[in-house]
């Protein structure tokens, strides 16, 4: 049985992203490439190869594949590739269009390229999912409307993402940049 659960681990850069890997049960070159996108400790050369073999030779379910792509995806979006971490979100959304991970880090990706328009629909996507680690998704979004002038927009996604996971410095930090007027 092959079970898939989202894990998320949230990236600061200058505006701050999230990207959440995907888990692959068994064994082989797939969970390899699962534990190098959880752990963020490994060369990229070895995990991007270890990705890449397990997509090309290795038998995997649908959901295992697609997992897959979006693991190799968070490799090589943490590498600064991210047109080709792009292509490996769109392959996963291609075999499992409900993968909210897949959509989550599509709209990374397009933070980081700082096309927030583009990033809108994806993180849109992956909250309609109500993915797993839909705090990242909302603040992700919140990223994404603060770049595209929605400033109240952004103040409510920065405060849904701290009601979901409480405490986090990330969103609380964000929040502490608005002052709110009646």
């Known amino acids: 049985m092959h079970r898939i659960s989202i894990l998320g681990a949230v990236v600061a850069i200058a505006g701050a992203s999230a990207s ?8 082989g070159l ?3 490439c699962y534990e190098y ?6 060369s990229f050369r070895t995990a991007d190869e270890s990705c890449t073999r397990a997509i ?9 594949r697609a997992a897959t792509y979006v693991n190799r995806g968070v490799i090589r979006m943490r590498e600064g ?7 490996d979100y769109a392959k996963a959304i291609e075999m499992k269009p409900d993968l909210g991970a897949a959509f989550l880090n ?18 849109n996507r ?3 999912l ?22 109240t927009g952004a103040y409510q996604d920065f405060q849904r993402a701290l009601e979901l996971n409480p405490g986090w410095e990330l969103a609380e930090r964000q929040l502490n940049r608005f002052t709110v007027k009646q």
């Open 56 to 64: 090309q030779e290795e038998t995997m379910t649908r959901p295992n």
């Open 30 to 32: 797939a969970k390899d």
């Open 20 to 27: 959440a890997q995907v888990f692959v049960v068994g064994g």
């Open 81 to 87: 590739d991210y047109e080709d971490a792009l292509d």
């Open 130 to 151: 109500d993915s797993e680690d839909i705090f990242a998704a909302y603040y992700n979004r919140a990223i994404a409307r603060e770049n595209t002038g929605d400033v």
């Open 37 to 42: 996108a959880r752990s963020g400790n490994y």
């Open 126 to 128: 992956a909250i309609e």
């Open 106 to 123: 599509k709209g990374a990706a397009h933070i980081y390229l700082k096309d927030f328009e583009t990033a809108l629909p994806a993180l």
